[in-house]
């Protein structure tokens, strides 16, 4: 590849970039004025990814307007250290998420799941006192479960609506603990229940605490989870290539701006 084709996909690329930078740390002061703490927590991270975007992207567009090798080198090591952490997160985000699986019961059209079906790196996620204390706060927030009592207004209907994992886990009793529904909101707890979940004697009707300190809750979050986790290494899968073909370039204007300043 010629210098001049070279240097100036490089530029334009990170040219790009840069603004995907300015952009995602533009988003992350957003949210770090937004009145849900559960999305200010997201602030410091999103911002670091930003200006993390800009630093490499900067070191890439002058090294390749200036034709400077050393800047040149500094991008391709930051670079190659950039697609080795994808490739490893990607390969463990397909590890992690490779067990668990929802479980169907008679009469319902969602799927109930299982905390001990996921894997060991989700139980301790999860069972942490901690991380689940702030997760479950986020959850009570956001007023998911009052505002599946308007989605819904009869128990048939419920029954046959495709609940998210969260929704089914969190805002109800697991279906094995038998209790009679009220409502689609409120279930009679006085029923005797045989089964042994120890879920059953954790659920309340009170909306801020439903089934927050359940494992059918924790599997529902894990099952989120995972979907969200596959998603993002199958964009990881396709920003590898990507990444993988800037990198090919920049080594050819890394060694054609090698040859240029030998020559000057």
Same mark, same amino acid.
């Given at each position: 590849?010629?210098?001049?084709?070279?240097?100036?996909?490089?530029?334009?690329?990170?040219?790009?970039?840069?603004?995907?930078?300015?952009?995602?740390?533009?988003? %992350?002061?957003?949210?770090?004025?937004?009145?849900? %703490?559960?999305? *200010?927590?997201?602030?410091? !991270?999103?911002?670091?990814?930003?200006?993390?975007?800009?630093?490499?992207?900067?070191?890439?567009?002058?090294?390749?307007?200036?034709?400077?090798?050393?800047?040149?080198?500094?991008?391709?090591?930051?670079?190659?250290?950039?697609?080795?952490?994808?490739?490893?997160?990607?390969?463990?985000?397909?590890?992690?998420?490779?067990?668990?699986? %929802?479980?169907?019961?008679?009469?319902?059209?969602?799927?109930?799941?299982?905390?001990?079906?996921?894997?060991?790196?989700?139980?301790?996620?999860?069972?942490?006192?901690?991380?689940?204390?702030?997760?479950? &706060?986020?959850?009570? /927030?956001?007023?998911?479960?009052? /505002?599946?009592?308007?989605?819904?207004?009869?128990?048939?209907?419920? /029954?046959?609506?495709?609940?998210? !994992?969260?929704?089914?886990?969190?805002? *109800?009793?697991?279906?094995?603990?038998?209790? !009679?529904?009220?409502?689609?909101?409120?279930?009679?707890? &006085?029923?005797?229940?045989?089964?042994?979940?120890?879920?059953?004697?954790?659920?309340?009707?009170?909306?801020?605490?439903?089934?927050?300190?359940?494992?059918?809750?924790?599997?529902?979050?894990?099952?989120?989870? /995972?979907?969200?986790? *596959?998603?993002?290494?199958?964009?990881?899968?396709?920003?590898?290539?990507?990444?993988?073909?800037?990198?090919?370039?920049?080594?050819?204007?890394? *060694?054609?701006?090698?040859?240029?300043?030998?020559?000057?």
């Amino acid at each position: 590849m010629g210098i001049g084709t070279s240097t100036f996909v490089i530029r334009w690329v990170n040219l790009l970039t840069m603004l995907l930078a300015v952009a995602v740390i533009i988003f %992350g002061v957003w949210m770090s004025t937004h009145n849900d %703490g559960c999305r *200010r927590s997201l602030t410091f !991270p999103v911002i670091a990814l930003g200006a993390f975007i800009f630093f490499i992207s900067i070191i890439g567009f002058l090294g390749a307007c200036k034709r400077s090798v050393a800047l040149l080198w500094i991008y391709l090591v930051v670079l190659l250290i950039v697609l080795i952490a994808i490739l490893v997160f990607t390969v463990l985000a397909f590890i992690v998420t490779n067990n668990g699986s %929802g479980h169907t019961n008679p009469g319902l059209r969602y799927k109930e799941y299982k905390l001990n079906d996921y894997s060991s790196w989700f139980l301790k996620q999860l069972n942490n006192t901690n991380h689940w204390r702030r997760l479950k &706060s986020c959850l009570v /927030k956001s007023e998911l479960c009052r /505002k599946l009592s308007k989605k819904y207004k009869t128990i048939k209907q419920l /029954k046959s609506a495709e609940l998210t !994992p969260i929704e089914g886990g969190c805002c *109800r009793p697991p279906s094995e603990c038998g209790y !009679p529904a009220v409502n689609v909101s409120y279930y009679d707890l &006085s029923f005797h229940s045989i089964s042994a979940n120890k879920d059953c004697k954790l659920y309340k009707n009170l909306r801020t605490i439903k089934c927050y300190n359940c494992d059918s809750c924790k599997a529902g979050v894990a099952q989120y989870m /995972k979907t969200e986790w *596959r998603l993002v290494a199958i964009f990881n899968v396709v920003l590898f290539v990507v990444l993988s073909m800037v990198y090919f370039v920049g080594c050819c204007a890394r *060694r054609n701006a090698s040859s240029y300043r030998s020559k000057a």
